[in-house]
T-cell receptor, first 117, second 114 residues
Framework: ETGVTQTPRHLVMGMTNKKSLKCEQH?????MYWYKQSAKKPLELMFV???????ENNSVPSRFSPECPNSSHLFLHLHTLQPEDSALYLC????????????????FGEGSRLTVL | GENVEQHPSTLSVQEGDSAVIKCTYS??????FPWYKQELGKRPQLIID?????GEKKDQRIAVTLNKTAKHFSLHITETQPEDSAVYFC?????????????FGKGTKLSVIP
């Protein structure tokens, strides 16, 4: 258990639905992330929040909308998704920004497996 | 931006043999290289990392080597065991304006055959 919890673990939705993914960490970390993991592709960084402020939006379509109400919680709101958005969505947190040699280790959640019909 | 190439995409070895996974990066400013392991159906977890001022680092059966001149780094697993079967991701961290950019490779699926 790494201390990062994601819900739901599995989600099936139609293209016209609105749903949300939730991530929670109680590790005292300052940064939280959403990654998209698709087959045979690198982990794709979607959003980065540092101290509850969005610091990076990696050209993600507007049908994905993140929300970070406090340093322990991160949401990904989904609406009018496309079948190609089906993937595993991983939340992660780190003490310092990812890539920092000290404190930059990413702690991932188990992921939310999303299927868009 | 940084580009990380990882090879091979799949690797099968007999239990007890060694496995080597190689990654190359494009940005000479990258200075930190972590490796993550993702077992089937589980979350990625950091297993080892190396900084650019070090050429090699070992932790029991795993080791990572870095060649800054050639811009490549490798993961070495000796005496492989079935529990080493997983997808391994390399990454390169590039410092930027007050932050870091972490770029992942596509992953290598390692299968250890008992």
């Amino acid at each position: 258990e790494t201390g990062v919890t994601q819900t739901p673990r599995h989600l099936v939705m139609g293209m016209t639905n609105k749903k949300s993914l939730k991530c929670e960490q109680h590790l005292g970390h300052n940064a939280m992330y959403w990654y998209k993991q698709s087959a045979k592709k690198p982990l794709e960084l979607m959003f980065v929040y540092s101290l509850e402020e969005r610091v990076e939006n990696n050209s993600v379509p507007s049908r994905f909308s993140p929300e970070c109400p406090n340093s322990s919680h991160l949401f990904l709101h989904l609406h009018t998704l496309q079948p190609e958005d089906s993937a595993l969505y991983l939340c992660a947190s780190s003490l310092n920004p990812a890539g920092t040699a000290v404190g930059g280790e990413l702690f991932f959640g188990e992921g939310s497996r999303l299927t868009v019909l | 931006g940084e580009n990380v190439e990882q090879h091979p995409s799949t690797l099968s070895v007999q239990e007890g043999d060694s496995a080597v996974i190689k990654c190359t990066y494009s940005d000479s400013a990258s200075n930190y290289f972590p490796w993550y392991k993702q077992e089937l159906g589980k979350r990625p977890q950091l297993i080892i990392d190396i900084r650019s001022n070090v050429g090699e680092k070992k932790d029991q059966r795993i080791a990572v080597t870095l060649n800054k001149t050639a811009k490549h780094f490798s993961l070495h697993i000796t005496e492989t065991q079935p529990e080493d079967s997983a997808v391994y991701f390399c990454a390169a961290s590039t410092p930027g304006a007050g932050s870091y950019q972490l770029t992942f490779g596509k992953g290598t699926k390692l299968s250890v055959i008992p």
